[in-house]
């Protein structure tokens, strides 16, 4: 799965159009689970007082399929629609392998540095949170079954891991990832 694409799609959809705009979204979420390549797909919302921000995060086998998809006519119908929607397109965002959480230098073209330091990147990233999520953690949720204590730190080191901690880590070692 290193060379999998993921790509993120967002579109500002006035709060009149939600409605239409989520129906519209899950048809074509359902033309790409029908592709070739298509691995998996979710939605972020942030709901602002006049607008919902969307993030579509797809997730695809390899940069064939991200193209194969946009050449479905279904596909192309449904985009249409959601531009006529959102009043135009929307901002596309595409990386391989964990391009998304790495700081890629301006004007460059976007690459991937070595699988093993994205390792030990993610490792750096992992070890110490997960140590302190279990020390912090445990008086709250000790008394639970050990499946649910881990279920419960699992989902909160993701969400710290997906923002604000890889993020960060990727443009604080941006020099040393980026290095060839």
């Given at each position: 799965?290193?060379?999998?694409?993921?790509?993120?799609?967002?579109?500002?959809?006035?709060?009149?159009?939600k409605a239409r705009y989520e129906a519209l979204v899950e048809e074509l979420h359902r033309l790409f689970e029908a592709q070739n390549g298509f691995l998996s797909v979710d939605t972020v919302r942030h709901s602002r007082p006049h607008q919902v921000e969307y993030t579509v995060l797809s997730r695809w086998s390899d940069e064939a399929?991200?193209?194969?998809?946009?050449?479905?006519?279904?596909?192309?119908?449904?985009?249409?629609?959601?531009?006529?929607?959102?009043?135009?397109p929307a901002q596309h965002v595409q990386a391989i392998g964990l391009g998304m959480w790495v700081d890629h230098a301006e004007g460059s073209a976007p690459h991937l540095p070595p699988a093993w330091k994205r390792?030990?990147?993610?490792?750096?990233?992992?070890?110490?949170?997960l140590m302190l999520l279990m020390a912090l953690s445990s008086p709250i949720i000790g008394g639970l079954p050990q499946?649910?204590?881990?279920?419960i730190i699992v989902i909160v080191l993701s969400a710290l891991l997906t923002w604000p901690i890889m993020p960060w880590l990727s443009k604080v070692l941006r020099p040393w990832l980026m290095a060839r």
């Open positions: 799965m290193s060379d999998s694409v993921t790509l993120a799609i967002t579109d500002h959809v006035p709060m009149e159009a399929a991200v193209t194969q998809w946009r050449e479905n006519p279904a596909i192309r119908e449904k985009l249409a629609k959601i531009e006529a929607i959102t009043g135009g390792t030990a990147m993610s490792a750096a990233a992992v070890y110490p949170m499946f649910l204590q881990v279920l």
